[in-house]
């Protein structure tokens, strides 16, 4: 029983999406899932209240930034995603994701999520909306054309959810800066 306020913003994918095509004519081994993971993660950093939980009637703040995919049922997670670089981020979303869809994915490879991310842009769908993984003060769903983040209203509410989604709509449009 969270209570849930629910927020939308178009985002343009383009720069994106030629950003890791410039990348990999360089010879970075990079896809446009990690440019996602890393927007994320470096506006969780900027954005500290994003990264914790409601418990126990009280905020608690993360110290580190782990990043969950969902895959299907599972959530592999990134661990220090804000500390990686974009191949890095790449390389572990790869073998996470396929141990995920293999049936091999071990507890740990799973624990530790401080945010879940859901993106199914790739699969052609506009809109995603996720959930709200209890023990995490939101979710990111990222579809074609448009990000929404869900998140616990008693942690991540009003201006300061909308700051936190155009920091990484900002990311996203603007992904010079994540390489750095």
Same mark, same amino acid.
């Not at 010879?27 to 993660?41: F, H, I, K, Y």
């Given at each position: 029983?969270?209570?849930?306020?629910?927020?939308?913003?178009?985002?343009?994918?383009?720069?994106?999406?030629?950003? /890791?095509?410039?990348?990999?004519?360089?010879?970075?081994?990079? &896809?446009?899932? =990690?440019? !996602?993971?890393? *927007? #994320? @993660?470096?506006?969780?950093?900027?954005?500290? /209240?994003?990264?914790?939980?409601?418990?126990?009637?009280?905020? &608690?703040?993360? =110290?580190? !930034?782990?990043? *969950? #995919? @969902?895959?299907?049922?599972?959530?592999?997670?990134?661990?220090?995603?804000?500390?990686?670089?974009?191949?890095?981020?790449?390389?572990?979303?790869?073998?996470?994701?396929?141990?995920?869809?293999?049936?091999?994915?071990?507890?740990?490879?799973?624990?530790?999520?401080?945010?879940?991310?859901?993106?199914?842009?790739?699969?052609?769908?506009?809109?995603?909306?996720?959930?709200?993984?209890?023990?995490?003060?939101?979710?990111?769903?990222?579809?074609?054309?448009?990000?929404?983040?869900?998140?616990?209203?008693?942690?991540?509410?009003?201006?300061?959810?909308?700051?936190?989604?155009?920091?990484?709509?900002?990311?996203?449009?603007?992904?010079?800066?994540?390489?750095?």
């Amino acid at each position: 029983t969270i209570p849930a306020l629910q927020l939308q913003a178009d985002v343009e994918l383009g720069a994106a999406q030629a950003f /890791v095509e410039q990348l990999r004519g360089m010879g970075q081994d990079v &896809e446009l899932g =990690a440019v !996602v993971v890393r *927007a #994320l @993660a470096l506006a969780l950093r900027k954005h500290p /209240v994003a990264n914790g939980a409601w418990r126990d009637g009280r905020f &608690e703040r993360y =110290a580190r !930034v782990n990043v *969950a #995919l @969902a895959v299907g049922s599972l959530a592999p997670v990134i661990t220090d995603a804000d500390e990686r670089t974009l191949p890095e981020i790449t390389a572990e979303a790869r073998r996470v994701v396929e141990r995920a869809r293999s049936g091999t994915l071990t507890s740990p490879e799973q624990s530790g999520a401080t945010f879940t991310v859901t993106d199914l842009a790739a699969e052609g769908v506009s809109v995603v909306v996720p959930i709200v993984v209890p023990g995490q003060a939101a979710g990111l769903g990222v579809g074609e054309r448009t990000l929404t983040l869900v998140s616990d209203a008693r942690i991540l509410h009003g201006t300061e959810a909308a700051r936190f989604l155009a920091a990484i709509r900002s990311g996203l449009e603007q992904p010079l800066a994540l390489a750095l």
